[in-house]
């Protein structure tokens, strides 16, 4: 990617007003794994999140508020074993705030950050049921990795996390 | 800790005749899912070891094997949002194998790469139901941090990773 369409994404995205972007902090936790059940449909996936990610990846993990409450956040950090990856490990909006971009400002943040640090992809994955998290992945440019099979026409790789536990897999230059 | 008490550590740990120490893969990871269960007694604790952790910190993760064949694991990594810390998230030997210092052999080869980063301490955490864990941590050194409550004596940690999730929290001075 050109340095312009960097600049162009940066300055063409925007949060909501009243939003406001932050670092996220180790005390950030409880207050994500309040809310993870009900923003993700009943499904409870806070397994997938132990207090470690806040704790030693809050300087690479973000969060927006709107008036002190919790509206979206994203978990990443850059990889220290691969020196030119970035990982987003989880990234949610709050269910009445979607649609407004504020997805793509946070992947987007954490890929500026990313750059800073002279990583040259970001990968992410998500499992094949979560529909609206492939599409938005697709929207803002990630590609599907080949898996070793298919579903419903989208590479997947099975057992990825362990047996029975498909997931797509995603890598975008940045 | 005193640089002759380091190298007095380094020297007396020794692993079992024919047990070899090396870096982790990332293709380690479905070796370790593959036995988890049965060295955890029939716990599942796979959900705790996604793969991102031997993707992305395998070159702080240790492997012991004996003719190829998985003995004991160790996943650790340097805090990239605390400069002072290492965080020891996952150990295990083969049930075969243990009582014979594996373990230890395994934190102290982590101290050290801690101690090469300029790490002054190592943290862990282990379940209140996983008494030999607690054992094993308090013979090598960790002290149980304060937590907000007890169990038979131990200090606790309530709803750590959610709620109903106590955990026995530790730090080592390296």
Same mark, same amino acid.
Not at 38 to 63: E, Q
Not at 98 to 114: D, H, K, N, P, V
Not at 156 to 167: A, E, Q, R, S, V
């Given at each position: 990617?050109?340095? @312009?369409?960097?600049? %162009? ?16 902090? &180790? @005390? ?24 470690? %990610? $806040? ?9 927006? *508020?709107?008036?002190? @409450? ?6 990443? /950090?850059? &990889? ?11 990234? #949610?909006?709050?269910? *009445? ?13 954490? /890929?500026? $950050? ?6 040259? /992809?970001?990968?992410?994955?998500? @499992?094949?049921?979560?529909?609206? =998290? ?7 440019? /990630?590609?599907? $990795?080949?898996?070793? =099979?298919?579903?419903? #026409? ?21």
């Amino acid at each position: 990617m050109k340095q @312009s369409d960097h600049t %162009f994404m940066q300055t063409d995205l925007k949060l909501p007003q009243n939003c406001f972007l932050r670092q996220a902090a &180790s @005390s950030d936790h409880a207050g994500i794994i309040a809310v993870l059940t009900d923003w993700w449909d009943g499904r409870d996936l806070t397994w997938m999140i132990p207090r470690l %990610f $806040l704790i030693h990846f809050h300087k690479t993990s973000y969060i927006v *508020e709107k008036n002190g @409450s919790l509206i979206a956040f994203l978990i990443g /950090f850059l &990889s220290p074993s691969k020196s030119d990856e970035g990982y987003i490990h989880f990234c #949610g909006v709050h269910p *009445e705030y979607r649609g407004m971009g504020i997805g793509a400002f946070l992947y987007e943040t954490f /890929f500026t $950050l990313c750059r800073q640090h002279n990583r040259l /992809f970001v990968r992410a994955c998500t @499992s094949p049921v979560n529909r609206g =998290s492939i599409k938005f992945h697709l929207k803002i440019g /990630f590609d599907i $990795l080949p898996g070793d =099979s298919d579903m419903e #026409g989208i590479a997947i790789t099975n057992d990825y996390n362990k047996p029975g536990d498909p997931k797509v897999l995603f890598r975008k230059n940045i």
